[in-house]
Nanobody, 119 residues
Framework: QVQVVESGGDLVQPGGSLSLTCTVS????????INWYRQAPGKSREWLGS???????DYADAVKGRFFIPSDHPENTVYLQMSSLKPEDTAVYSC?????????????WGQGTQVTVSS
């Protein structure tokens, strides 16, 4: 059984920074791609960025330059480092994990973690 857990969400002031963690557990599991998403109340889910197993990263234009996914990370754990946060960044942040090897073609989601940007 594969489990995905996001953590690190918090209340932060505008202009502040926050780092989120996505941890994947499962027997023999190795990820192929991990995508970060967010969903604000009343809005559709928004893709933020992704990291491939070989370390390649990509970002949505909306967050490029403010959000960063480190290529150096423990096995099956990735981070989303956010800076210069704005009230409009308030949302539930989730990671979507695509498996590799025996789990190739399968997607897994976590429950999400709440980020609130407010003074």
């Amino acid at each position: 059984q594969v489990q995905v857990v996001e953590s690190g969400g918090d209340l932060v002031q505008p202009g502040g920074s926050l780092s989120l963690t996505c941890t994947v557990s499962g027997r023999g599991f190795k990820f192929g791609v991990i995508n970060w998403y967010r969903q604000a109340p009343g809005k559709s889910r928004e893709w933020l960025g992704s990291i491939v197993r070989d370390g390649r990263v990509d970002y949505a234009d909306a967050v490029k330059g403010r959000f960063f996914i480190p290529s150096d990370h423990p096995e099956n754990t990735v981070y989303l480092q956010m800076s210069s946060l704005k009230p409009e960044d308030t949302a539930v942040y989730s990671c979507n994990v695509r498996g590799s090897g025996n789990y190739r073609g399968r997607d897994f989601w976590g429950q999400g973690t709440q980020v609130t940007v407010s003074s």
